[in-house]
């Protein structure tokens, strides 16, 4: 396949994905929701043109391209969603990674990442096919695991960020929960205590807990408001500590002692697991010294040895 050809195909194939698009977003080949059907006859509709709305944030850097995909990319997320692929679970872990973003959001992001690799994928491919090197099997592997690698890759940044802003939870419990210790000593009761840690500190932590004083406030008991928390969070520290929060409230136990002893637990569990990733480190520092510094003292040691035999001889 010569360059000019490669070049056609490619202006081809963009051709008719820009016309299959705007014959897909016609008027008449679009579905109706049900808010568009029934908006015209409620009362108090908004009057205003949706030319004078405020256009929605890009998740992307790439602008107008988005805006033009972003209903095609909206239709197949709820095209999928209806089949409940794993949307409650990605739910979860979005509320885990403490993300503002819906779950069309985040299918929108997916999208978008298998795009860019299927992209990259189709420029290999003409650079090759330009070159004379073309391969259908090798091409389409090539394609195909761009495009999947490019949609879990997404995925496996989201978890990257769930461990990271639970590293930094559990690295900021023990302060907070001495604080709502020391609150609660001085006369607080466990919602006034949470309030006050949550105004004087910052983190991730004590922007839960104003979610959960916002839960607490709009009506939902406590109780019901920690343990949509914990079940939320998955951390055991965390779980165990508005656990024993929750008991403490509803049977009256001394919260000031119930606080001091969570937060000496998570230190533990910390300096516990220091010690356990210091003997591993220990153990990997092993691999460089047998291997690369034993060998080369022995050398160092053994050469004048060997280089004062071969004179002698």
């Not at 949470?194 to 932590?205: C, K, T």
């Not at 508005?242 to 000496?264: H, K, M, W, Y």
Request: positive net charge; aromatic residues 6%.
């Amino acid at each position: 396949m010569s360059t000019s050809t490669a070049v056609a195909a490619a202006s081809g194939v963009v051709l008719g994905l820009g016309c299959w698009l705007v014959l897909l977003r016609l008027p008449f080949l679009r579905g109706m929701t049900f808010t568009d059907r029934i908006g015209p006859q409620l009362k108090s509709r908004n009057l205003e043109s949706r030319l004078l709305l405020a256009p929605e944030p890009d998740l992307t850097p790439f602008g107008p391209l988005e805006r033009i995909l972003r209903p095609f990319f909206r239709d197949a997320v709820n095209y999928l969603s209806r089949l409940n692929l794993g949307t409650a679970a990605a739910a979860k872990r979005l509320a885990r990674s403490g993300s503002a973003k819906s779950i069309l959001d985040f299918r929108v992001e997916q999208f978008l990442w298998a795009t860019g690799g299927l992209t990259v994928a189709l420029l290999v491919v003409t650079a090759r096919a330009a070159s004379g090197q073309f391969n259908p099997g090798v091409s389409f592997v090539l394609v195909v695991g761009a495009g999947l690698g490019g949609y879990l890759l997404r995925d496996v940044v989201l978890g990257q960020q769930i461990r990271r802003r639970e590293r930094r939870m559990l690295s900021e419990f023990p302060s907070l929960a001495e604080l709502m210790a020391l609150a609660v000593a001085a006369g607080e009761s466990a919602l006034g205590a949470m309030d006050r840690v949550s105004r004087s500190s910052q983190g991730e932590l004590s922007n839960e807990f104003a979610l959960i004083l916002a839960d607490a406030r709009s009506g939902k008991p406590l109780a019901e408001a920690l343990h949509a928390f914990s079940t939320r969070a998955e951390l055991p520290p965390l779980v165990r500590f508005f656990d024993g929060l929750v008991v403490a409230v509803e049977r009256g136990t001394p919260l000031a002692d119930v606080l001091r002893a969570q937060a000496a637990d998570v230190r533990d569990a910390a300096k516990r697991e220091l010690m356990e990733s210091a003997g591993r480190k220990e153990i990997a520092m092993m691999v460089p010294l047998v291997f690369g510094v034993l060998p080369l003292t022995v050398v160092f040691a053994a050469f004048p040895a060997v280089a004062a035999l071969q004179m002698s001889l």
